[in-house]
């Protein structure tokens, strides 16, 4: 399963091809994106800003964060170095 299929997200529900959640566009779990290079790669604006303060601040407060730890820990320290 997905992220966005197990828990409540704001994304379930709305078309893949539309989204602006890069894993629920593509179809895999948060915990399977190359988050640190979709951030090193946006411009230097707002979105970026809200995308690393979601990232670093909710994202370890998810139960999707729990199940696959490891994966989201390495993520979130690639972010922090970044």
Request: proline residues 5%; charged residues 35%; aromatic residues 12%.
């Amino acid at each position: 399963m997905k992220c966005y299929e197990i828990k409540n997200c704001c994304f379930n529900g709305t078309e893949h091809v539309t989204s602006k959640c890069p894993p629920h566009k593509f179809k895999i779990g948060c915990w399977e994106y190359d988050w640190v290079s979709f951030y090193n790669k946006m411009p230097e604006c707002k979105e970026k800003l809200e995308w690393r303060e979601i990232m670093l601040n909710k994202c370890p407060k998810c139960e999707i964060y729990e199940i696959h730890k490891e994966d989201m820990e390495k993520i979130i320290q690639g972010l922090r170095n970044s």
